[in-house]
């Protein structure tokens, strides 16, 4: 599974190691600590995937370390959020809708990939909750590490946090019209090509769909 890793990917996890390499000799262990967390939470996503024997599309997986490295190295070590306006919008609004992505795949595969057990606009709509539940998780996640470790993830506060909440809601409708789009057979490539790309990697997750496009093969 670790072969099929995109570049991208790899690259990013090759460029922490050096930080933390660099930071330890230089005797810098703030640094070094941002860069080890940053590649521990950025290998997760990997090691679950693995655990629960799933096969992520590489570019999905590169999306997701590239997002964490955004957020948690460049962020706050290279201070991103305050040397570019756009960077947390950025952040934010693609997080969103992958996590719109992602809570969409969860419900499809809880059905095992049967189109009609629900209204697709339901299970859009669990999909978009997904997504600004774990927007709303994280911003609980920056106010604990503002409080304990002195850092300032919420940059103006309050304000901070609404707007990311606002970005988070527009992503996660976003996403969630991309799982929408799939169910209605619109899977044309682009996003919905990763959902398609996903499905056709765990075809154990999603039986119903499998015999649903056996049958209609014949």
Do not use: C
Request: hydrophobic share 55%; no cysteine; net charge negative.
């Amino acid at each position: 599974m670790f072969r099929e890793l995109s570049i991208v990917t790899k690259l990013i996890w090759l460029s922490l190691l050096f930080s933390i390499a660099e930071s330890l000799i230089l005797g810098r262990w703030s640094l070094a600590f941002i860069a080890a967390m940053t590649l521990t939470v950025s290998m997760s996503p990997f090691l679950v995937a693995r655990w629960m024997h799933l096969r992520v599309p590489p570019s999905f997986m590169a999306a997701v370390v590239a997002f964490i490295w955004g957020t948690l190295f460049l962020g706050e070590v290279f201070d991103f959020y305050n040397r570019y306006w756009w960077w947390d919008v950025v952040m934010h609004g693609g997080s969103a809708i992958g996590f719109g992505m992602i809570g969409f795949i969860l419900v499809f595969a809880m059905f095992q990939g049967d189109r009609y057990a629900a209204p697709p606009i339901a299970i859009a709509f669990f999909a978009y909750a997904f997504a600004v539940s774990i927007g709303a998780t994280w911003e609980v996640f920056e106010f604990a590490m503002d409080q304990i470790f002195g850092l300032n993830m919420q940059k103006s506060g309050l304000e901070d946090t609404m707007w990311d909440l606002i970005v988070d809601h527009v992503g996660a409708i976003f996403g969630a019209s991309v799982g929408f789009a799939y169910l209605k057979g619109q899977e044309r490539g682009g996003l919905t090509g990763l959902i398609h790309q996903f499905v056709d990697r765990n075809p154990r997750l999603f039986r119903h769909l499998k015999e649903w496009q056996d049958r209609h093969d014949l």
